[in-house]
């Protein structure tokens, strides 16, 4: 970044110095703007976070009690000079886009994004700017990935081949965001257990109009021809129950 930029890279994030608030900050700070609810970009312990209307919810559900300011897409606010509004990622469901224009100038911060239409949140939306500032943790050439359609087809013939010859079906998703949007896609081939996280997040996507295939708590499962979902950190415990 240029030196005279009104936004730096400091020991808690990326802070914008006219605002004087952070982005997506890395420890508690007075006042954090959050892109997504993902634990890897929201923290504990601030004094006050504002955020996308459409993220509170799930946000709410990461942070309790905490003072949370919500704004809706495209809406401008003034914070002492710095413009800032928030525009739809394509993420997860209330992800967004940081806009922030300070003396003439727009800097976009994008957080995770996605481009591809998810039935579960707003698709992304392209904004101007000056400078960009991009999440890229897939941005290597080396990663290629299919047409979603594609894969989703996929997971639907194994489900399907599972459920014939007798097996269950394990696949592992993130608790927010991977796995609602499986459950909005994939084909109704059988019945559907989640692990607790997953069931958590299920419920406040379905509260905001979501519509998932029929589901039901991990605790119900005990037939053998089922498909169930759990979040990646529970590989272990997963496989003892398939067990």
Known sequence: ???????????GGLYCEPGDFFIDPWCPVE???ITHAHSDHVRKGCKSYFTAEQNILLLRHRLGSASIEGL????RKNVNGVEVSFHPSGHIRGAAQIRLAYRGEVCVITGDYKRHPDPTT??????RAHVLISESTFGLPMYRWSEPVHVIEEIGRWWATCR?????AILFV??????????????????????????????????????LLPWQPLSKWWNKKE?????CSSCCSAVQVAI
């Open 72 to 75: 809706p897409w495209g809406v």
């Open 227 to 231: 498909r169930y979902f759990t979040p």
């Open 31 to 33: 006042r954090a703007l």
């Open 122 to 127: 707003t698709c992304f939306e392209p904004l």
């Open 174 to 211: 993130y608790s927010l965001g991977k796995a609602q949007r499986l459950l909005a896609t994939l084909p109704p081939i059988g019945p559907v257990y989640v692990y607790d996280s997953i069931a958590a997040v299920n419920q406040l996507y379905e509260r905001e109009g979501v519509s």
């Open 164 to 168: 014939a010859e007798g097996k269950n």
């Open 1 to 11: 970044m240029r030196k005279d930029f009104w936004i730096r890279l400091t020991a």
